[in-house]
């Protein structure tokens, strides 16, 4: 692991970090924030998966996270979206190859080689993490944005309470398998069989496993990627699941970081809530 910077951030440290992937078979970067109480020990610790077209970056420098993880002694971890590289398969739209992994493990051909993300984000990165820091593996909570979100609800109620203590989202993908947003992406990572998109489906799996914890989700009524994420079916899994959640529409926000920002502490307090039970 190579260290790319640190700067201090309210009394903690802002690092960035690279490392050689054996999961994503590339360089991988991520960011970690840590606060002051981790020189004494190990700390609980956050997961910040972010959307499409960002990087470690996205979330690190406009979230404003990092002044309420200090304040409750919460690590933030932010990994990448995808795998990177002149050797990494890529598309031309935005939405799809480098920057779009959607946090799946590819199947199909050219990205099965690289694009291995659900095992780099749940497996390969966290033991990382707690191998090189003071991290507490048994208070972790994982939040993210737009196709974070997603990943953040699948990944969270796929590993359940067992790894997370709460799970958070804004604005997520909330309907990959039948929306402009998952449809052509799952085809080409994990092939014409629909059976095995189910588990990268927020809506599907909240339906079918739901999580034993809280769960909060923000989506702002003026996005404008509405039709895309489909909030609405997400609120019916919630209910048909009978889900201890809650789903918030906040009037006049939108998609972007402005939206984010705006209800971070909200997300940092829930999780600080559930991490220091």
Known sequence: METKSENASFGGVQGVYTHASEAC?????????????????????????????????????????????AEYGIALVFPDTSPRGDGVADDDSFDMGQGASFYVNATESPWARHFRMWDYVTSELPDLVAREFAIDTERQAITGHSMGG??????????????FKSISAFSPMSRTMDSDWGTRQLGLYLGEDRTGWAAHDASEVMKSKGFDGPVLVDTGTADQFWDKLKPGALVAAIAERRQQATFRLQPGYDHSYFFVSTFIEDHMRFHAEALYA
């Open 25 to 69: 078979a590339c360089d991988m970067t991520f960011g970690l924030f840590l606060p002051v109480e981790a020189k004494n020990g190990p700390v609980p610790v956050l997961w910040y998966l972010s959307g499409l077209t960002c990087t470690h970056e996205n979330a690190m420098t406009k979230a404003g996270a990092q002044q309420f993880a």
């Open 150 to 163: 997603h990943g953040a609800l699948t990944i969270g109620m796929g590993l359940g309470a067992e790894r």
